[in-house]
């Protein structure tokens, strides 16, 4: 009873987990298991690409709204708003012939639209197919799950804990008989520490 009341007093994990901050790199070890950065300047840092990036799509939906639809040939810099493609790729392939171009000047190239048609989607179409969400494919066959239990004893963390974490990621979970199973990948995932 008293080994219950310990562990859930070390809640949310209750388990050490180390990650690697998606920021600078060191290794850390995780209050939450969905923590990603190691502090609070880290996670300001992250915030602040977020914010850069999504200023950077603002600038280029603009540029790209205001090519009117009749004009055949465009810059570069209209090409990377309307195209999903970065400007070093495409002054690559124009070099190298793959795509053709004009120059009417310096600083003055210009690309047929249509050419780049046939070979990029457009910006926003990409980006939106970016942001889908990846389905996930589970196996809740017996043989690529842990029962709750088992979770417990391979990761030393309270079932309470399992249950509530299998809640609040949304991890499938099936039950046959007295056992509820749950995908190992999924867990494994969920619980890695990687040091
Ligand atoms: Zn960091």
């Known amino acids: 009873m008293d080994f219950k009341i310990n562990i ?9 987990i180390n990650r690697k901050c998606e920021i600078c790199g060191v290794v850390f070890r995780v209050k939450y298991l969905d923590t990603r950065y190691c ?10 690409r977020k914010r850069d990036a999504e200023a950077r799509e603002a600038r ?16 570069v810099k209209e090409a990377v708003a309307m195209f999903n493609i970065e ?26 639209r249509s050419d780049l048609e046939s070979m990029f989607a457009k910006r926003p179409e990409a980006r939106e197919e970016k942001n889908k969400p990846v389905p996930k494919l589970y196996s809740l066959e017996p043989e690529d799950c842990y029962t709750i ?10 079932d309470s804990s399992v249950w509530s974490h299998v ?29």
């Open 8 to 16: 859930l007093r070390v809640m949310p994990i209750g388990i050490e």
């Open 60 to 75: 280029l939906d603009e540029v790209a709204t205001s090519i009117p639809d009749i004009r055949e040939y465009i810059s």
């Open 149 to 158: 239990g088992e979770i417990c004893e391979k990761y030393h963390i309270h």
């Open 87 to 112: 400007r070093g790729t495409l002054y690559r392939l124009i070099r190298i012939g793959r795509i053709p171009a004009v120059n009417i000047g310096v600083h003055l190239t210009r690309i047929k």
């Open 167 to 195: 809640r609040k990621y949304s991890i499938p979970s099936r039950q046959i008989g007295n056992y509820v199973y749950v995908p190992k990948k999924e867990i494994d995932e969920l619980y890695k520490s990687d040091v």
């Open 39 to 48: 502090s609070g300047k880290c996670s300001k840092v992250a915030l602040k």
